[in-house]
Nanobody
Framework: QLQASGGGLVQPGGSLRLSCAAS????????IAWFRQAPGKEREEISC????????SYADSVKARFTISRDRAKNAAYLQMNSLKPEDTAVYYC?????????????????WGQGTQVTVSS
């Protein structure tokens, strides 16, 4: 089971850190991705770190502003979001794939968190 948290209302330029806590499994056995879905848009993958901990990938829209990480001791993954923009407003989801590589396709991921709302507005 995955529990995503950390969303909220933040002003443009602000920061948030999203958390994805896992229970009943070890996050390090999985490839971890963060997706988001903005109103009226399809869900998109914005960041991923593969099971072996290789170089993370980021969508162009969040590159250099967002950072994905994971913590073995806490069995959790994180998405640090800096320099937030109104266009970052969306519901954010964490997802796990029992495979070694990242993929942008939702069907690739086996487990999903429930989503956490991020709203960037002044």
């Amino acid at each position: 089971q995955l529990q995503a948290s950390g969303g909220g209302l933040v002003q443009p330029g602000g920061s948030l850190r999203l958390s994805c806590a896992a229970s009943g499994l070890s996050l390090y056995d999985y490839t971890i991705a963060w997706f988001r879905q903005a109103p009226g848009k399809e869900r998109e993958e914005i960041s991923c770190i593969n099971r072996s901990g290789g170089r993370p990938s980021y969508a162009d829209s969040v590159k250099a502003r967002f950072t994905i990480s994971r913590d073995r001791a806490k069995n959790a993954a994180y998405l640090q979001m800096n320099s937030l923009k109104p266009e970052d407003t969306a519901v954010y989801y964490c997802a796990l794939a029992a495979r070694g590589l990242c993929s942008p396709y939702e069907s690739y991921y086996r487990y999903w968190g429930q989503g956490t709302q991020v709203t960037v507005s002044s």
